[in-house]
């Protein structure tokens, strides 16, 4: 197998698909609280959602379940994912197919209708994105006029003396929970492929994509979630 620095980081999730659900609770402190954070302040009604980077469907399934009316678009650049998660949602809403949509591509690249959808939710995989200005650009239009991003993900701290703490206290997490090799492979992962920005910076970068409101609604550690609007105009 690859090591993760010889891969995309797409392509390190792939290769671990089967694997994911385990690991992606060694190194993700609140992983569950951070999905029911996320989920936590949803609009009651969305009949148009995509969601960016579904791996192996943990938040692709509660969607399903939230919106039963919904279309929802799910994007993901490893097809395993993709895979993974279109056989879990046919398992868990078999009558629901049709309103389903899967889309193997990089966020890079991706391309959206002009205000074609109401929500844009995304967890722990914008990091991955080195311009995420020009993808919040593209989400922006994307988005329906009051419609909205949500984004769960890790984030820096602005102040040296808190980042210091909080990453020791991550790695710390990590070391408790992951055997020698995953916590090498995860390190390595780390350097090659995670862009994390600060709440600052990816305010800054919402609101430069045209975004209003951009707020942290939920921290906790590295975790966070974002949320912000594509304002109606006056
Ligand atoms: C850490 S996983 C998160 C999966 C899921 N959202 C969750 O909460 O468990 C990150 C996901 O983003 C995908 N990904 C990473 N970089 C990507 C890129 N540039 N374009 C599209 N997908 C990407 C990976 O394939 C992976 O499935």
């Given at each position: 197998?690859?090591?993760?620095?010889?891969?995309?980081?797409?392509?390190?999730?792939?290769?671990?698909?089967?694997?994911?659900?385990?690991?992606?609770?060694?190194?993700?402190?609140?992983?569950?609280?951070?999905?029911?954070?996320?989920?936590?302040?949803?609009?009651?009604?969305?009949?148009?959602?995509?969601?960016?980077?579904?791996?192996?469907?943990?938040?692709?399934?509660?969607?399903?379940a939230r919106?039963?009316?919904?279309?929802?678009?799910f994007?993901?650049?490893?097809?395993?994912?993709?895979?993974?998660?279109?056989?879990?949602?046919?398992?868990?809403?078999?009558?629901?197919?049709?309103?389903f949509?899967?889309?193997?591509?990089?966020?890079?690249?991706?391309?959206?209708?002009?205000?074609?959808?109401?929500?844009?939710?995304?967890?722990?995989?914008?990091?991955?994105?080195?311009?995420?200005?020009?993808?919040?650009?593209?989400?922006w239009?994307?988005?329906?006029?009051?419609?909205?991003?949500?984004?769960?993900?890790?984030?820096?701290?602005?102040?040296?003396?808190?980042?210091?703490?909080?990453?020791?206290?991550?790695?710390?997490y990590?070391?408790?929970?992951?055997?020698?090799?995953?916590?090498?492979?995860?390190?390595?992962?780390?350097?090659?492929?995670?862009?994390?920005?600060?709440?600052?910076?990816?305010?800054?970068?919402?609101?430069?994509?045209?975004?209003?409101?951009?707020?942290?609604?939920?921290?906790?550690?590295?975790?966070?979630?974002?949320t912000?609007?594509?304002?109606?105009?006056?």
């Amino acid at each position: 197998m690859l090591r993760p620095s010889e891969t995309t980081a797409f392509g390190y999730w792939g290769a671990m698909a089967e694997r994911y659900d385990t690991h992606i609770r060694h190194v993700c402190p609140n992983y569950t609280e951070l999905l029911t954070r996320l989920l936590d302040g949803l609009p009651d009604e969305a009949g148009r959602i995509v969601e960016l980077g579904c791996g192996s469907g943990g938040l692709s399934l509660e969607l399903a379940a939230r919106y039963p009316r919904a279309s929802i678009t799910f994007i993901d650049a490893a097809v395993e994912m993709v895979d993974l998660t279109k056989a879990r949602l046919a398992a868990a809403h078999p009558s629901s197919a049709e309103h389903f949509r899967f889309i193997v591509s990089r966020f890079e690249d991706v391309q959206f209708n002009e205000g074609s959808f109401d929500l844009v939710i995304s967890n722990i995989s914008l990091h991955h994105v080195q311009d995420q200005l020009s993808l919040f650009r593209r989400i922006w239009q994307g988005l329906a006029l009051g419609g909205r991003i949500r984004i769960g993900d890790h984030f820096l701290f602005s102040n040296p003396t808190e980042q210091t703490i909080h990453w020791a206290n991550w790695l710390t997490y990590c070391r408790e929970n992951c055997s020698d090799a995953e916590m090498d492979e995860l390190l390595d992962h780390v350097t090659a492929h995670d862009r994390y920005t600060t709440l600052a910076e990816q305010f800054t970068m919402l609101l430069a994509a045209g975004f209003a409101t951009p707020d942290c609604v939920w921290r906790s550690g590295l975790a966070a979630v974002v949320t912000a609007d594509r304002a109606p105009m006056f």
